[in-house]
């Protein structure tokens, strides 16, 4: 007989993940050891086993539900009949809102995704490229005559807004609902001005 799933499942899986995601960041990926996981969640290793085979598809899981949470946010946004300048603040907007409170999934992508299996690498480089590929579109479509057979200034610019999100996340993670809207406006006017005048 089929072993059932506790009632509880997805919660206690969702605290190993947000757990695991702390530790890993505070200690780093190589040094945090599965006993050190489960004192932090507060359950034996044999319940991280449970869950999770290994130290490897912890780290990939923390990354995938991450990543494709913050693909799904950008790259799910309303484009049809929208000006680009509307989807350009949406796609910044988004990502700011989006970063509150995961910091430390945020931080390890660094460190960790290079650490994972070729073909786990794949899926969540996968997931960065679609929102790369998203905010390009945006900024393309605020300035189509700067990047018209230019792949790599478009890449440039993607990228440069991209960095002024991640400095906003490493300054002001306490930021409420309001400073990153304020900021969203900052970056969206520093962009299209910015791109205009290429």
């Known amino acids: 007989m089929a072993r059932t799933i506790a009632k509880d499942h997805d919660a206690k899986r969702a605290h190993i993940l ?21 004192r932090a ?6 319940n991280i086993y449970h ?15 991450y990543l494709s949470e913050l693909r799904d946010r950008i790259c799910e946004l309303p484009a049809a009949g929208i000006a680009a300048e509307a989807r350009l603040r949406a796609i910044v907007l988004e990502t700011l809102l989006a970063y509150e409170g995961m910091d430390h999934e945020h931080k390890i992508q660094t460190e960790g995704i290079p650490l994972l299996p070729e073909d786990r690498q794949r899926i969540l480089r996968g997931y960065q490229r679609q929102m790369v590929a998203a905010l ?7 300035a189509p005559q700067v990047f018209a057979g230019d792949p790599r200034k478009l890449r440039a610019a993607t990228m440069s807004v991209f960095g ?35």
């Open 51 to 65: 869950y999770y085979d290994s130290k490897d598809a912890l780290l990939f899981d923390i990354l995938d539900s």
């Open 164 to 198: 002024m999100l991640n400095w906003f996340y490493m300054w002001n993670r306490s930021a409420d609902r309001a400073a990153r809207e304020e900021y969203a406006d900052l970056v969206t006017a520093l962009t299209l001005n910015g791109v205009r005048g290429l």
């Open 18 to 38: 947000k757990t695991a995601a702390r530790v890993f960041a505070e200690e780093g990926f190589a040094r945090a050891s599965m006993n050190q996981l489960a």
């Open 41 to 46: 969640c507060g359950i034996s290793k044999a």
């Open 136 to 142: 390009g579109a945006a900024l393309s479509g605020v």
